[in-house]
């Protein structure tokens, strides 16, 4: 049993939406914590997009997405990533992960623990 899983990847034209959905194997994973959403693209470095932090529900965006993405917390065992407008340059495998505390703190997929196995996006004519 992975501790997180993301679904909802897939193949879409630019300006479509997808959401993506990160499931914890149990409410505990998600509990007081920062859960973030990560890309990664062939050659190049795992990318921060956003995160939120369970306790409070205050979340955080990268520059190159404000405003087209945003993550939510659905319920105790689901963070939502929901993609909108996108571009070909989206296109990569997407990965969400968690830690415990306060997203604040730390900066970057090296301060992440958990992390699930990825889903892929594809935005292409």
């Known amino acids: 049993v992975e501790d997180l899983t993301e679904s909802g990847g897939g193949s879409v034209q630019p300006g479509g939406s997808l959401t993506l959905t990160c499931a914890a194997a149990?409410?505990?994973?998600?509990?007081?914590?920062?859960v973030g959403w990560f890309r990664q693209a062939p050659g190049q470095e795992r990318e921060e997009l956003a995160s939120?932090?369970?306790?409070?529900?205050?979340t955080y965006y990268r520059g190159p997405v404000k405003g087209r993405f945003t993550i939510s917390q659905g319920n105790d065992i689901k963070v939502y990533l929901r993609m909108n407008n996108l571009k070909s340059e989206d296109t990569a495998t997407y990965y969400c992960?968690?830690?415990?505390?306060?997203?604040?703190?730390?900066?970057?997929?090296?301060?992440?623990?958990?992390w699930g196995q990825g889903t892929q996006v594809t935005v292409s004519t």
């Open positions: 939120i932090f369970t306790l409070t529900g205050k």
């Open positions: 992960a968690a830690r415990q505390g306060s997203c604040d703190v730390c900066d970057g997929a090296a301060c992440f623990s958990t």
């Open positions: 149990d409410e505990y994973v998600f509990r007081y914590s920062c």
